[in-house]
């Protein structure tokens, strides 16, 4: 089996596209096969390097390997349009000498007058075949003029055009109702329908996975694939990947490129996985499976055919589960950017990101995103007593008798011990702090925590309070925003309510 995910470089790589690449990469490695990659660059106008690169880098990110591309080369590259337009212009002569092809030199205006007379009498717009009875003798000749010609493709006339869809079952269209398609446009470039049957065709495709909105392409490419001689591959239409209100997934919905939903923090086995899911399901009790098993798993035949829709919530609770399951010192090189963003990381150094790797696990079982680690972690960095005070859910916990008489206590207790660097230490505090002060449950561990974090909820505090008092012993070659300790924390937040 050989299939391919051939995108247009104009711009970002969207989630339903990439989705169509899943499903390539998927069906390749569960046949042992081959999954190309390659770029359709041709329209010379909108194609950029740097599109190119972005998404190269996206399904890179996303672990979507290709075997054979622009990068790594291969036996039937080259894997760029733009390098194979001697082909394209080759095979387009081909077809004009056996007569299924022909110069056509209506204008645009001409084009167009003809679409809206068609629109008008509730027909479907296509190309009139004006110029098929041009003598090839004359366009040459026309042509030497200077006179700017494309070339089109000989539809035959009243012939059904069957084939057999794997995802939606077989699938007609009869010719009377398929202009004449363009093969290579004026400047010589190729049009898609002509480009793609040859690069397929070259490329040893087996199998054509692509969304609905080529299903119209495909009787034209047909004709063309007959034409030449070639084989015809196998083709698959996904449904279109739809928002939540079931138009096409867009801007208005929100963020639609794997680029964004990188930016905003998610995991890519988490996207990968999602987009897996989306049309099809990999069976059994559990959808949240690593990518060798969703391949193991693969059908296209098990593919629906009714659009699939786009939840970002969904994609929230696939994430939320592999930030649980993340290697650690993982997580914290992949939320460097967004503590970076925060002010909370400048350069890190070994140490520092050891220290991250240590406190990062706190955070990742209660976000949905990467980038909300920060935020959740953002009490070991900042510590502002007088403000801390004033914030109602603190006021509340200080509003119950006791809680001032423990946080008095526990700064006393800080200021002659050692730091609370293991949970060992901060319970024997905790043990004494309860033993002077008779207080217990919330009334004693709600004033320890906002004392010691300046909020009345977070983490765990037998893990939360060494975090604290090991970033303080950090030195600022670390590269870590300063850490205040304990025992300076306790003392702060005591001297604050004398005040309040």
Known sequence: MRVRFAPSPTGHLHVGNARTALFNWLMAHHSGGTFILRIEDTDVERSTRESEEAILEDLQWLGLQWDEGPDIGGPCGPYRQSERLHLYRSYAAELISAGDAYHCFCSPERLEAERQAALAAGQPPKYSGACRSVPDADALERMARGERAVVRFKVPAGREIVFADLVRGDVVFHTSVIGDP?????????????????????????????????????????????????????????????????????????????????????????????????????????????????????????????????????????????????????????????????????????????????????AAASVDRLDEIPSRLRFLFAFDPRKAASEPEVMEVLAHDGARAVIECLARELSRGPRLADRERFRAVVAAVKQQTGQKAKGLFHPIRVALTGAASGPELDQAVPAIDRGAELSGAAGLAPILGCRERAAAFAEALRHV
Request: aromatic fraction near 8%; proline fraction near 7%; charged fraction near 20%.
């Open 182 to 362: 363009v093969l290579l446009r004026s400047d010589g470039s190729p049009a898609y329908n002509f480009a793609v049957v040859v690069d397929d065709a070259l490329m040893e495709v087996t199998h054509v996975v692509r969304g609905e909105d080529h299903i119209s392409n495909t009787p034209r490419q047909l004709l063309i694939y007959e034409a030449l001689g070639f084989t015809p591959p196998a083709f698959a239409h996904l449904a279109l990947v739809m928002g939540p209100d079931h138009t096409p997934l867009s801007k208005r919905h929100g963020a639609t490129s794997v680029a964004e939903f990188r930016a905003k923090g998610y995991l890519p086995e988490a996207l990968v996985n999602y987009l897996a899911l989306i049309g099809w399901s990999p069976g059994g009790d559990d959808e949240l499976l690593p990518v060798d098993e969703l391949a193991r798993r693969f059908s296209i035949g098990a593919v629906g055919h009714s659009a699939g829709i786009f939840d970002e919530e969904k994609l929230a609770w696939a994430d939320r589960h592999y930030l649980r399951m993340a290697d650690p010192a993982r997580l914290a090189q992949l939320a460097l950017t967004f503590f970076r963003r925060e002010g909370l990381v400048s350069d890190p150094s070994a140490a520092g990101i050891e220290y991250l790797t240590a406190v990062v696990p706190m």
